[in-house]
């Protein structure tokens, strides 16, 4: 539950100055307890992942701490909060944004080598005029950590936009992200209340004051993209008799079907809103805490992509139900380019053809390397029926699977091995082996000489 503004401001606020104090003062000491826990683990040269954590969370707390001190004298000079919604001070807020981000990010691309490569429309003479001649409503994919910071940091620094968020309540227990969001126009919404027609009112009104450098940030998942959610929100399609929908979104396993109401409800309120899709790929392995700490590794690549839909071209005529269509045809079409983009991890299973009926028998598998495959789809492995992307197999593939302490094991009707007839390569990552693994894949997958009915890989 979160806690009132009061206890935010007088709590959280100044408890955040008072740990940044506490990592700077004992940085050296804490610097050296890191590099001798990453020679214990045998961290390899150069990489130091432990270290290179403790000085981005320095920076970020010292970014923190500095922003929250900004706002406290904007909020002095404004007359104690009298005049904090005059554009002057709007402007203020925002460009503290920009230098906050703009740091974050800085510290982040030089601290772990990331990448960040964004594929926009090319910039002919009409793009370029109607960069800043419009406002647009960005509907944007929500997987990883940071995906907003990054999505807000471009349209701050890069296209000169102010940007409005709709945002999870929770993000309010960032004390830096509390202050600030809630002096700009912002909408957040409560997780026990997301239903509520209040909040739709809400992002209308938004759209309706945006102006010609305005941006209103939509994630229509509702969240970042988990295993568990994705097949909720799939469950929650079929409840709502919209079996047609859940089709659909079972054949998009890299996000999560999009909700309509809080999207088509702000195209709807600016009709000279031009629309943007943004599609990424990079940040969605990192799930949990756990996640960020094994996967985060140096010099990674997160690319992104953005598809402009001019206004006259946004079908805010037609009906609601077209309407819907044409939001899940985008989402559909942002699911095959994260299955293009997204790299390729993992081992190659090559099954010989088989109908279904035949799952009776033993197969043969051989394992075989990744590099002469080029870009093909994935499947992440983390519990639960998920389906394999498109890419070797040029379609969707429905395979049960199921992940224990050690390995996989293939599931079907009463324990037989389920494939679909004329499957013949499956690709798969396993994240979890038991010992003496195949010499191909050591200390990456389990044996795959025979596999037995029911068995585990």
């Keep these: 539950m979160l806690p009132p503004r009061l206890v935010r401001r007088l709590v959280l606020a100044p408890l955040v100055i008072v740990v940044a104090v506490a990592v700077a003062a004992l940085s050296p000491l804490l610097a050296l307890l890191t590099v001798a826990f990453?020679?214990?683990?045998?961290?390899?040269?150069?990489?130091?992942?432990?270290?290179?954590?403790?000085?981005?969370?320095?920076?970020?707390?010292?970014?923190?701490?500095?922003?929250?001190?900004?706002?406290?004298?904007?909020?002095?000079?404004?007359?104690?909060?009298?005049?904090?919604?005059?554009?002057?001070?709007?402007?203020?807020?925002y460009a503290i944004m920009r230098w906050y981000l703009d740091l974050v990010y800085r510290t982040a691309t030089g601290t772990f080598g990331m990448q960040v490569t964004v594929e926009e429309p090319e910039r002919t003479a009409a793009e370029q005029s109607s960069r800043l001649a419009r406002p647009v409503i960005v509907l944007s994919r929500h997987a990883g950590p940071g995906d907003s910071f990054l999505l807000v940091r471009q349209l701050l620094s890069v296209y000169q936009r102010r940007p409005r968020v709709v945002m999870k309540a929770a993000m309010q227990l960032d004390p830096g992200v509390d202050v600030v969001a809630n002096r700009v126009p912002n909408v957040f919404i409560q997780r026990r209340r997301v239903g509520q027609r209040v909040f739709v009112e809400q992002i209308e009104r938004l759209a309706r004051g945006l102006d010609h450098d305005g941006a209103l940030v939509i994630f229509p998942e509702g969240g970042n993209w988990t295993p568990g959610r994705w097949q909720r929100g799939i469950r929650r399609l079929e409840r709502q008799g919209r079996r047609d929908l859940a089709d659909r979104a079972r054949d998009m396993p890299n996000v999560l079907p999009p909700r309509a109401g809080g999207a088509l409800s702000a195209i709807a309120a600016c009709p000279a809103a031009d629309v943007i899709f943004v599609a990424h790929a990079g940040l969605d392995?990192?799930?949990?805490?756990?996640?960020?700490?094994?996967?985060?590794?140096?010099?990674?690549?997160?690319?992104?992509?953005?598809?402009?839909?001019?206004?006259?071209?946004?079908?805010?005529?037609?009906?609601?139900?077209?309407?819907?269509?044409?939001?899940?045809?985008?989402?559909?079409?942002?699911?095959?380019?994260?299955?293009?983009?997204?790299?390729?991890?993992?081992?190659?299973?090559?099954?010989?053809?088989?109908?279904?009926?035949?799952?009776?028998?033993?197969?043969?598998?051989?394992?075989?390397?990744?590099?002469?495959?080029?870009?093909?789809?994935?499947?992440?492995?983390?519990?639960?029926?998920?389906?394999l992307p498109g890419g070797l197999l040029a379609q969707q593939v429905p395979f049960p699977v199921a992940q224990r302490r050690r390995g996989l094991v293939v599931l079907g009707p009463r324990g037989r091995v389920l494939l679909a007839p004329g499957l013949r390569y499956l690709l798969v990552e396993i994240t979890h082996v038991r010992p003496g693994a195949h010499a191909l894949l050591d200390g990456r997958q389990a044996r795959v000489h025979r596999l037995e009915p029911g068995d585990g890989l």
């Excluded at 002095?76 to 001070?89: D, K, Q």
């Excluded at 139900?321 to 559909?332: G, M, N, P, T």
């Excluded at 053809?353 to 870009?375: F, W």
Aim: proline share 6%.
């Design 38 to 93: 990453g020679l214990l683990g045998r961290a390899r040269p150069g990489r130091m992942r432990g270290l290179r954590l403790l000085y981005f969370a320095l920076i970020w707390l010292a970014a923190e701490t500095a922003s929250l001190l900004a706002c406290l004298g904007l909020w002095v000079a404004s007359g104690f909060g009298g005049r904090l919604r005059t554009e002057p001070y709007q402007a203020r807020h």
């Design 285 to 387: 392995r990192l799930v949990s805490v756990g996640d960020i700490w094994r996967n985060l590794t140096v010099n990674q690549v997160i690319r992104a992509k953005w598809w402009r839909v001019p206004a006259p071209e946004v079908p805010r005529s037609a009906p609601h139900e077209a309407q819907v269509q044409w939001l899940y045809s985008w989402w559909e079409r942002i699911d095959r380019w994260i299955s293009d983009n997204r790299r390729l991890r993992g081992a190659v299973l090559w099954l010989d053809a088989l109908l279904a009926e035949q799952t009776a028998k033993a197969l043969d598998l051989a394992a075989q390397p990744l590099e002469p495959l080029g870009q093909g789809g994935e499947i992440q492995l983390r519990g639960g029926p998920l389906l």
